[in-house]
């Protein structure tokens, strides 16, 4: 089976056949809508032979589906039929559960995006939980996405911002009750000392959880047993695990 693995960011659209290394990508942007994404792929992969095609969408999808608009793309993609407009079978995920997916090494991950928002994910013993984390409160009436999204880094500046960062990792693992994190997004470049706990992601990830997609979606992933990856940060201190 051939997939079709599409990453639909707010700056490109990227994209990549399942048994090839090479990246194809264009432009997106702030009016980019679902319809112009599906012609621009058209263009780029005319001559790639596809079966089926993942989608990484940076919206909510519940049921295979958007419910909103990307907040930093255009219109139109709220009932947008794209298994009609490709004519093959289409499967659809949040963006950040998609580089999730392909992130996970076993156990019970949280997946944190660090871009223009916070994309956020839960895995546990394989099972596949998209989050919505970063509207949730954390400061002075601000959300964890206010705060680690890329507004947040500009008005903090790099040093604050890395702060906030580790302890939002911090609390947010401690709740979903993680064996370790994932840290993913644009902006994760800019930590140089990572949390406890904590490993960088690749973007490149987002392809190997599209391929994932068709081989088991919301089931085991990998043994439950499997050792949590080696290249973490420091452990926590006692008591504060």
Known sequence: MRILALDIGGTHVKMMLSGQDEVRRFDSGPTCTAAQVVEGVFRATRDWEHDVVSIGCPAPIVNGKPTKNPPNLGPGWVGFDFAR???????????????????????????????????????????LAPL??????????RTFEDYVGAAGLDRLGKTKWRKVVSDVVSRLRQATNADYVVLGGGNVKKIDVLPPYTRRGDNRNAFVGAFRLWHGLGTNLAPADKQVPTELGSPLPPGEG
């Open 132 to 141: 919505e984390l970063g509207h949730l409160p954390y400061r002075k009436r």
């Open 85 to 127: 407009e490709f004519d093959k079978p289409v499967k659809i995920v949040n963006d950040a559960a998609m580089q999730a997916l392909g992130s996970y090494e076993g156990g019970c991950m949280l997946f944190l995006g660090l871009g223009t928002g916070l994309g956020s994910a839960l895995i546990r013993d394989g099972m």
